[in-house]
């Protein structure tokens, strides 16, 4: 686990985090989803704020100041939902680094279908598809402007 | 301040028109030295490489360079402008950071006075840039497939990028409606080219591709350039260009990698720093001699900026289909790229067809756009969208206007002091008539495709192309440069950009920066012997 001194945020702010990435991300475990407060999803989102850390920490200084950390469940849900919804580019960065961390999380991959690694080295493969779909197309006559003398 | 050796030609950015001009006149045997204010970029410092592939393209890969901020980047404030602007600044520049989508402009474009009666005719044709064309293909490695019915005879020589199911899917809801498409041209490799590698489909093309089977000017023009001798200099930027006792460029001040002032003094400038980069450059040049910036005597250095509106559309399928898994580039249409009298607007746009994205720009983008919920009900909404994506993006010829503008900032400044460009634009009424056709007409294709949840993206944040600061023609009170790219008040300056085009097109830019660069290095070496004559 993180610590404050590693992510720059306060341990006051790292309790935000926590509870509003459980809240706007939850866990379903019938389709095999960790929720956003996962203990690794969290540590990597703490590890990796860098230039993003100032908007965040604004982000979640608003909800604090909002009485999220002391609101009941419901009343929270409610308050997340309306900030990240209203409260201009700070909190469009937090649900952006929330969701970067969460959608690269191995088991959030995997249960999406996805493979977990990075593009490079491995790629992908891509159907060649069914080229006479474009027999129709050559069919037609140039339709471009000729601009030169005597063109059509 | 560093005096450096005078060369015979100093240009100035190493991108897509840098590059080529470099390369072109190498043949000369002149002493050519390139200045670039960014870096090499590895192979391993693409984001492809590593686990936070998608992360970075909201960071140090980002494609606006206020969010970049790296210290090679200069900023621009777009405050006044809705559309931002795209760039990279470093060896192959934009070329870094491209699609690789590499339409050419058609013989039209050229003609857009006399043909519909709007702006200006370039004082060049399609016809003279021909074999420039050709020869740049080559040189980028083109794949596509020769007899598109749409666009002029061209041989690309390599084979198209595969249909792919998003592709088909494409294909097969065009030809419901008898509208036209065809594969894209791209510098994507699709065969072994040239010594790099083909493309493995790693998605990811924009922020740099880590095969290195996107052409790229640092991996196609650069290496051929520097063999034949021309020198490039990267982290060294560009202050200004300074006149000597005659009117004529003697060199220009830059700021080396330490921050060193330098001069570098030269028998000819070339400028190739894009439509903002340029004319940044030559109001920072303003002197004594020309106060309102250099090679400026028209007034029009800065102004008919051009940014290509671009609205995208996005729907999805019921069928799984290519997702972020190949090159996003796939597909073009022309149907609607020449004027046609019965719209209420004259001019054309270009459909392009994508690919989708991966799991975290599908999430960032479907958030912002409404399709993705917070809390419950998250995880079967995204479901139903990751691989489900078709995306079009409508690619607007924007006309010039005088009053859409670079000009310079009156305090933000650069990492070494150098005052940044400001850009102030709006959307002309002509170009908003073409966005809501392209954007109805994109809506009937998601229908005609059996999409759901169709829907215009909220931004207009890019590609941002950057086109028509300093533009070309025949007249020194109308145009900033002469057909053949010389500053018509410098006569060894010239520019090989963005900037001088006359008007848009609706087409991703860069084959045809390329082909007028290569079309300006020609005439150059034709005319060695009175280079610097007036007329």
Redo the contacts between chains.
């Keep these: 686990m993180e610590t404050s001194q590693d992510s720059g945020l306060s341990a006051l702010e790292i309790d935000a985090l926590r509870r509003l990435a459980g809240?706007?991300?939850?866990p379903?475990a019938a389709?095999a989803?960790p929720g956003a407060d996962d203990p690794d999803i969290l540590a990597d989102l703490l590890a990796?704020l860098?230039?993003?850390q100032a908007r965040v920490q604004a982000a979640l200084g608003a909800l604090l100041a909002a009485g999220f950390a002391a609101a009941a469940p419901a009343e929270a849900?409610t308050l997340?939902?309306s900030r990240?919804a209203t409260a201009g580019p700070e909190a469009?960065t937090l649900?952006?680094v929330i969701?970067?961390?969460?959608?690269?999380d191995p088991r959030?991959?995997r249960a999406?279908g996805?493979d977990?690694?990075?593009?490079?080295?491995?790629?992908?493969?891509?159907?060649?598809?069914?080229?006479s779909?474009?027999d129709?197309?050559?069919a037609?006559?140039?339709?471009?402007?000729?601009?030169?003398a005597g063109a059509a | 301040m560093t005096r450096n050796e005078t060369v015979d030609v100093l240009i100035i950015g190493s991108g897509a028109s840098g590059a080529a001009v470099a390369w072109s006149l190498a043949e000369t045997r002149m002493n050519i030295l390139c200045l670039e204010q960014g870096d090499w970029t590895r192979p391993t410092d693409?984001p492809?490489?590593?686990?936070?592939?998608?992360?970075r393209r909201?960071?140090d890969f980002a494609i606006s360079p206020n969010e970049r901020?790296r210290v090679t980047d200069y900023p621009v404030n777009d405050a006044d402008s809705p559309m931002k602007v795209a760039n990279f600044n470093g060896v192959g520049g934009g070329t870094i950071f491209y699609t690789a989508h590499f339409p050419r402009l058609?013989?039209?474009d050229?003609?857009v006075r006399?043909?519909d009666g709007v702006a200006s005719d370039w004082p060049i044709?399609?016809?003279a840039l021909e074999p420039f064309f050709a020869e740049n293909d080559r040189m980028m490695g083109v794949s596509g497939l020769a007899?598109d019915?749409?666009?002029?005879a061209r041989d690309p020589p390599m084979p198209p990028?595969?249909?792919?199911?998003t592709?088909?899917a494409y294909?097969?809801a065009?030809?419901r409606l008898?509208w036209?498409?065809?594969?894209s041209d791209t510098t994507v490799a699709t065969t072994e080219y040239d010594g790099r590698a083909a493309?493995?489909?790693?998605?990811?093309c924009t922020p740099g591709c880590?095969?290195g089977a996107k052409a790229s000017t640092d991996i196609t023009y650069w290496p051929r350039a520097l063999r034949a001798g021309v020198k490039l200099r990267p982290r060294c930027r560009v202050r200004e260009i300074t006149l000597n006792e005659h009117g004529m460029a003697a060199g220009a001040i830059y700021y080396d990698a330490d921050g060193a002032e330098c001069f570098q003094p030269a028998e000819m400038v070339i400028l190739a720093a894009n439509g903002i980069g340029t004319p940044r450059l030559l109001l920072n040049s303003a002197s004594a001699r020309c106060p309102d910036g250099l090679a400026n005597s028209s007034g029009l250095v800065g102004r008919n900026l051009m940014l290509h509106p671009w609205p995208q559309v996005s729907g999805y399928v019921a069928e799984t289909v290519?997702g972020g898994?190949?090159p996003m580039t796939s597909l073009w249409s022309?149907q609607f790229?020449?004027?046609d009298p019965a719209r209420d607007f004259v001019r054309g746009y270009t459909l392009q067809f994508a690919r989708g994205a991966g799991?975290?720009a599908e999430?960032?983008d479907s958030?912002?756009a409404g399709r993705l919920p917070?809390?419950?009900g998250?995880?079967?909404a995204?479901?139903a969208l990751?691989d489900h994506r078709l995306r079009i993006g409508i690619a607007c010829e924007d006309l010039p206007e005088a009053h859409n503008r670079v000009t310079l900032d009156p305090e933000l400044t650069d990492s070494d002091g150098i005052p940044a460009p400001k850009i102030d634009y709006r959307i002309g009424e002509n170009t908003r008539r073409m966005m809501a056709h392209g954007i109805a007409r994109a809506t009937e294709i998601m229908e005609a495709a059996g999409a759901t949840q169709i829907g215009v993206s909220p931004t207009l944040n890019s590609p941002g192309h950057l086109l028509g600061t300093a533009r070309m023609g025949t007249d020194p009170e109308h145009s900033v440069v002469n057909p053949w790219g010389r500053c018509h008040d410098v006569r060894n300056l010239f520019i090989v950009d963005g900037s001088i085009w006359v008007t848009s097109g609706g087409v991703n830019p860069t084959s045809t920066i390329q082909a007028l660069a290569l079309y300006i290095a020609d005439r150059i070496k034709q005319r060695l012997a009175t280079l610097f004559d007036p007329g």
Aim: aromatic share 12%.
């Design positions: 809240v706007l991300i939850p379903d389709l989803m990796t860098g230039r993003d849900e997340a939902r990240m469009g649900g952006r969701l970067q961390c969460y959608y690269r959030v991959l999406l996805q977990p690694r990075p593009p490079f080295p491995g790629g992908h493969v891509l159907e060649q598809g069914d080229w779909l474009l129709p197309v050559r037609r006559t140039p339709f471009w402007r000729d601009d030169r | 693409f492809a490489n590593g686990r936070d592939w998608e992360a909201y960071g901020a058609h013989p039209s050229f003609r006399s043909l044709d399609y016809w007899g019915p749409g666009v002029p990028i595969p249909l792919g199911r592709g088909a294909a097969r065009m030809n008898g036209h498409w065809w594969p493309c493995i489909n790693l998605g990811h880590a095969q290519d898994r190949g022309k790229y020449e004027t799991p975290v999430a960032v958030l912002a917070w809390g419950e998250h995880h079967r995204f479901r990751l």
